[in-house]
């Protein structure tokens, strides 16, 4: 594989194409929206050189990587890519268009995969005419930071292509686990209802969302409370993905707290609005 292509260029598109360039890939980042682009061209130039000041990579590596992305409107660009990554907003009506774009104007051998974290990997196949080439890559964010992808097969995934994209996302620097295609796959089908719990606690009032956060980093060893994690997520996209699992699901276990869709409703949606949970 030499050329990876990487569709939207918000937190985990960027952090994606951070990690493919490092790894080696000609990388081409398409948005629709020109000043995202740049934004993210910035963000992924700041957290190199976090990386260089951090000696985690040489300075000669993050040249190297800078030049091997190209910012790109133009879908033609992607035409002969080896591995699509779809990393656009959660948003199933948006994915399954943008799966039937890239069915139709890519190479019958191109793996189309998607950074979903809960959406039917099995669905969206279905949008092609080569869903044995669709599967999930499920990055974890901050994608430079985090080691896991959760690599989800759909139902008719090949083993092939599970194979070729455990093979690249080593050679991204990741620890790809495998796990077969269910709402919301391993970690948010855990994670999300542990954060809706959190949410009701603040919500009737059992703790401060300070004492919420400390109780669990040092009861549970979490690195990170869940209410911090949540801004740092972002608050629409926990909300979008405990949409997805009561729906699919039909149990109301995984049904979004009122406090949750009040503060997404408010527009305090975590650190990408500096108010969440917590102000930054």
């Known amino acids: 594989m030499d050329k990876i292509g990487i569709i939207g260029s918000g937190t985990m598109g960027s952090g994606i194409t951070h990690v493919s360039a490092i790894g080696g890939f000609n990388t081409y980042l398409l948005d629709i929206n020109k000043d995202c682009l740049e934004s993210s061209k910035q963000t992924i130039i700041v957290n190199m050189q976090r990386q260089v000041e951090k000696k985690k990579i040489a300075p000669e590596i993050m040249d190297k990587a800078i030049k091997k992305i190209k910012f790109t409107t133009d879908y033609s660009d992607l035409i002969d890519c080896d591995v699509i990554i779809e990393a656009a907003t959660e948003n199933k009506n948006i994915k399954k268009e943008i799966f039937k774009n890239l ?19 099995t669905e969206l196949a279905k949008c092609t005419k080569r869903p044995e080439y669709v599967i999930g890559m499920h990055f974890m964010n901050p994608v430079p930071i985090m080691t896991l992808v959760e690599v989800v097969n759909g139902e008719l995934t090949k083993k092939e292509t599970t194979d070729r994209i455990i093979e690249l996302s080593l050679e991204m620097g990741k620890k790809p686990i495998e796990c077969n295609d269910s709402p919301g796959f391993v970690t948010n089908r855990i994670l999300m209802p542990m954060l809706n719990e959190a949410f009701y606690c603040l919500m009737e009032n059992v703790a401060t969302k300070e004492s919420i956060d400390e109780i669990m980093k040092l009861g549970m060893a979490h690195p990170m409370g869940p209410l911090e994690l949540a801004d740092l997520i972002g608050l629409d996209v926990c909300y979008n ?33 500096n108010k969440g949970f917590y102000n930054y």
Not at 107 to 119: G, L, R, V, W
Not at 252 to 272: A, F, I, Q, S
């Open 103 to 121: 069915d139709t104007m890519c190479d019958d051998n191109t793996i189309i995969a998607t950074n979903t974290s809960s959406i039917s990997i």
């Open 241 to 273: 993905i405990l949409e997805v699992l009561y729906q699919d699901f039909n149990d109301n276990k995984y049904l979004p707290c009122p406090l949750l869709k009040e503060m997404v409703v408010n527009g305090y949606l975590g650190r990408k609005t």
